[in-house]
Structures are given as structure tokens and as C-alpha cells.
């Protein structure tokens, strides 16, 4: 849990960086909203690749080596950054790093599924990603401290700091017992085959997958065309210095971190879909509200009110491993959650579009859109609480009876 809990608060600290720098990236480079946008595009393009390529590694060869990997790639790219020479440099740079920020959330969601028991899983996965808004708000605090003296490069060379949680894994954390079980079970087999991405969309596995893939892009498309620009949005249009501007995002952090032990306290007590659901609805309602507000400190106050609604990670971290079996398990949660990623890679560049032309506060009012479709979406995919963990149950039950 302190594993996976300090590597996405890392994670969530190196997307944060983009958004938080690229006010003075665009005033240095003299970009448009339409090129810094696609900055965070090629990250979410790597992010998408590598639920495909992480997710596929964690199943294979273990849950321990993928986080120590994604770790290591999206650490030293993202403090790479602080070299670019323009913006193609950058927009490569942000590529190879997402390339290793998607692998977190799978590889953490499956640790998490395998090591904890069900009635508890929810409260505790929604925990470790309520790391998001912590490595965002220590992003924030860093942004706050650094770029008015040292400028936006030094600031990148803060995510260099995941290299202490690889440290820290290969002395204190184990193997996922259940993978290394399933292991040592397939180890004997002389036709075993290594598990594949084909898997999940086979049979019922498929209709999942796909309706669960639908699902996350809704949400994330809402919630990456908000995030990447609503730290220029604060300063552009609601006229914040780079100091207040930060402050703002600590407290819509804040109100995140809040709603991730709200939303797995109540995946625990009343299923995952249905707390979905609810998060969904408040982020629909929540956003226009939110972007037609023109008193700065009524926007202070609404923020962590807002955010309580983005956190809908949660709740899909205990929702997307139990929809498979232990041998898909990394493949099928990442894939659905991080292929969301890299299909809502094209909101920052679309929002940027709309900003130019008709202000970013109608964007970001826009992206309730997203959240919308992923509620809708929601409702065509089964309560997993407790018809699928028992399958985990069953799967336990007989390992059981083996030894025995």
C-alpha cells in the first residue's frame, strides 16, 4: 500500500508539472493554446501505449518489476524536460515519459486487489489514488516555491524524486502473492502460454473491456480538459498571479483527496458502480456552475466542492480488477483506465481550440459533457461488490483446497 500510495503521488506530481509550467512555457516559446495543448496530448498518447505494453508486462512477469519500470521511465524523462531546447524536444520528452505514467494505476489497482481483502478494498484503493491530489498539491507547492525564483526547468527536475520509491520497493516490497502463486501453478504446465491482451476481449471479458474503456475515456476526457488548463484559465482569465493561482489548485486538491476516501468509503458500502455513478453526476452538475463563476473568492471556495467529484479514480480502481480474473487482471484494469487516457489525450489540444475562440471558461464548462457520458455509460456495466469478487473468492477457495 505505501508502494503503490507513493509511486501515483509521484505520478500525479509529474502530470501536474506540465499544467503548472505551461503559462510560462507558452509566454518562453511564444506558443498558442493549440501547440501547449498538445504537449499534453503526446503524454497522454504514451500514457495510452504503455496500459497496453505495462499492463501486459505486470501479468507476465510480475506487479513488482512493472512498478519499478514505470517508475523509472516517467522519472527520468519528466526531469529530462528541464533540457528541452523547444518544442518538439518537449512534445518527445512528454511522449517517452507517459510511456511510463500510465503503467502506475493498473500495476497499483492489481497490487491492491491481490493483497487486500474484498470488503475492504475499495476504502483502500481509493486511498492509495487519493495520492493524486497529494502529488498535485505537492506539485503546486513546489510550482509556488520554484518557478518565481528559478523558473519552470528546475521544476521538472523535481520528478527525478520517483527514483526514491524504486529504492524503496526493491528492499521492502514483496511479489503480489496471488501472481506469484498463479506463477508457480502455470510453472509446470509445458503448453502454458503467456497471458495476452487478446484475453480481455474474449467472450463476456470483451463486453466489459469495452464498455469499461468507454467509460473512463468520458470521465477522463472531462477531467483532463479541465485540469490541463485550468491553472492558465485562473491566470488568463480570472487575472491570478503565478502565487495565487497555486493556491487555488492546493485547495481544489484539497477537496480531491477529500472525495476519494468519501467515494471508496462508499464503494465499500454500497458498490462501486453506484458510487460511480454519484461521482458522475456531481461532476456534471458541478463544472458549469463552476467555470460561469466570476467572483474570485466564491471560484476559492467552490474548487474543493468541485473536486470532491473528480474523484472517480477511486471507485474504478476496486471496479476494473474485479471485472477479471488474477491471470488479465493488471492487463484488463490498465487497459480500461489508461486507454481512457490516451483515447481523452485530444481534450487539451480540442480545449485550447474552443479557448482560443470563445474563452476557456466556456471549455472547461463544456467537459461536463464527458462526465456525462461516462455516467450513461456506467449504466449498461453490472455491480461487481458482490457477484464478481466472489469469484475471487472461488479462485481463493481452491488455491485452499490445492494445499490442503
Not at 127 to 134: E, G, Q, R
Not at 260 to 272: E, N, P, V
Request: charged share 10%; proline share 3%.
Amino acid at each position: 500500500m505505501a508502494a503503490s500510495f507513493a509511486s501515483y503521488a509521484f505520478d500525479a506530481m509529474d502530470f501536474m508539472l506540465l499544467a503548472l509550467a505551461l503559462p510560462l512555457i507558452i509566454k518562453e516559446w511564444n506558443l498558442t493554446l493549440a501547440d501547449a495543448g498538445l504537449l499534453g496530448t503526446a503524454g497522454m498518447i504514451g500514457v495510452g501505449l504503455s496500459s497496453v505494453v505495462i499492463g501486459w508486462y505486470s501479468d507476465n512477469y510480475g506487479r513488482r518489476k512493472a512498478l519499478i519500470i514505470s517508475l523509472l521511465v516517467f522519472g527520468l524523462f519528466t526531469a529530462a524536460a528541464a533540457l528541452a531546447r523547444g518544442w518538439t524536444d518537449m512534445l518527445i520528452l512528454r511522449f517517452v515519459a507517459g510511456l511510463g505514467l500510465g503503467g502506475v494505476w493498473g500495476v497499483a489497482a492489481a497490487f491492491i486487489n491481490e493483497t487486500w481483502p474484498k470488503h475492504l478494498r475499495g476504502r483502500v484503493i481509493s486511498f492509495v489514488l487519493s495520492a493524486w491530489p497529494i502529488g498535485f498539491g505537492i506539485a503546486a507547492v513546489l510550482a509556488h516555491s520554484i518557478m518565481p525564483n528559478w523558473g519552470w526547468r528546475v521544476l521538472f527536475l523535481c520528478g527525478g524524486g520517483a527514483i526514491i520509491t524504486v529504492i524503496y520497493i526493491l528492499f521492502f516490497v514483496p511479489e503480489s502473492q496471488v501472481w506469484a502463486e498463479e506463477e508457480k501453478k502455470s510453472a509446470g504446465n509445458a503448453t502454458k502460454q503467456r497471458a495476452s491482451v487478446a484475453e480481455i476481449f474474449s467472450g463476456e471479458l470483451g463486453r466489459k473491456t469495452i464498455l469499461g474503456t468507454i467509460a473512463a475515456s468520458c470521465a477522463l476526457v472531462g477531467y483532463w480538459g479541465t485540469n490541463t488548463w485550468l491553472p492558465t484559465y485562473l491566470v488568463q482569465e480570472r487575472g491570478l498571479d503565478a502565487s495565487h493561482m497555486t493556491t487555488f489548485i492546493i485547495m481544489l486538491n484539497v477537496g480531491m483527496f477529500i472525495g476519494y476516501q468519501i467515494f471508496g468509503f462508499l464503494a465499500d458500502k454500497i458498490g462501486r458502480r453506484t458510487s460511480l455513478l454519484i461521482c458522475f453526476t456531481g461532476a456534471t452538475i458541478m463544472l458549469p456552475i463552476y467555470a460561469s463563476i466570476h467572483d474570485n473568492n466564491v471560484l476559492f471556495w467552490m474548487g474543493p466542492l468541485l473536486a470532491i467529484f473528480f474523484a472517480y479514480a477511486g471507485p474504478f480502481g476496486s471496479y476494473f480488477p474485479e471485472l477479471y480474473p488474477a491471470r488479465v487482471r493488471g492487463t484488463g484494469a490498465g487497459f480500461c483506465f489508461n486507454v481512457g487516457r490516451g483515447i481523452s489525450a485530444f481534450a487539451p489540444f480540442v480545449l485550447g481550440q474552443i479557448g482560443t475562440r470563445y474563452g476557456l471558461a466556456t471549455g472547461i464548462g463544456l467537459c461536463a459533457i464527458g462526465f456525462l457520458g461516462a455516467g450513461l455509460t456506467m449504466l449498461f456495466l453490472p455491480e461487481t461488490r458482490n457477484a464478481l469478487t466472489s469469484v475471487a473468492d472461488s479462485v481463493n477457495g481452491s488455491e485452499a483446497a490445492q494445499q490442503s
